[in-house]
């Protein structure tokens, strides 16, 4: 099952995600990483979701920064301010999915699991605009 159908089984769970927006206190021990194949918990699904939108954020960087050298000047700019909507779109759609869950402890997991999404959208747009014939 993949981690987005969790998404109604971490409502059920009930734990609470907010421990995990905490910083960690130096020399306190770390966590065991989470099985991310099979997450059993809301706290699970959210660190395996952060590690999943690290990796695309990663990849959205890498080529953003590939196109900035690659692009003509005339472009260059076009591909700076549609980064800059994009990025706007992007924190705007995913406040308004993770507002239904307002307070809870879904809230932080429907948010990363829009930001993944809508970054792996990104990732092909950039990647598309990479192949030779674009």
């Known amino acids: 099952m993949n981690i987005s159908k969790k998404l109604g089984v971490a ?3 009930g734990c609470s995600a907010i421990g995990l927006l905490l910083p960690k206190a130096v020399g306190q021990p770390t966590t065991p990483q989470p099985n991310c194949t099979n997450p059993q918990t809301t706290a699970d699904i959210h660190l395996c979701l952060g590690q999943e939108y ?3 954020d ?3 960087n890498q080529l953003y920064q590939q196109l900035q050298t690659r692009l003509p000047v005339n472009r260059r700019q076009k591909l700076v301010t549609s980064q800059q909507a994009w ?3 992007r ?5 308004f999915s993770s ?10 997991v429907r948010r990363t699991d829009c ?9 092909q747009d950039l990647e598309e605009a990479l192949r030779p014939d674009s």
Request: charged residues 30%.
């Open 11 to 13: 409502a059920l769970i």
């Open 87 to 89: 990025i706007q779109f």
């Open 115 to 123: 930001l993944t999404r809508l970054t792996r959208q990104r990732v």
């Open 91 to 95: 924190d705007a759609a995913c406040d």
């Open 54 to 56: 690290r990796n695309a």
């Open 99 to 108: 507002s239904r869950y307002a307070g809870g402890s879904l809230e932080p």
């Open 58 to 60: 990663r990849r959205l």
